[in-house]
């Protein structure tokens, strides 16, 4: 299954490791040090010129326009319609 990040891009679930508020990039020093240090092996895509969300996946760094609740209840959506079983995905 694929999730919605904004605009046109979409990617799989289960490259997804983690989804964390935009306002950290901006509060936070670890925040801005871990996507620094990702940057270097991973690529930064910039989906918008709003940020509000950072979407960490296996190869790509997203930034995103949608809030993380946005992205949280789509994919809870996906579970719980049973869409979703990541124990049995390949």
Do not use: C, W
Request: a negative charge.
């Amino acid at each position: 299954m694929f999730i919605h990040l904004g605009e046109n891009v979409v990617v799989p679930i289960r490259e997804i490791v983690a989804i964390l508020d935009g306002q950290l990039f901006y509060s936070s020093t670890i925040v801005q040090e871990f996507i620094d240090g990702q940057s270097k092996t991973k690529e930064i895509i910039e989906i918008s010129t709003t940020m509000k969300t950072i979407i960490v996946t296996l190869n790509q760094i997203y930034f995103s326009p949608l809030a993380s609740v946005t992205l949280k209840r789509r994919s809870t959506q996906l579970f719980e319609t049973g869409q979703i079983n990541l124990e049995n995905e390949q």
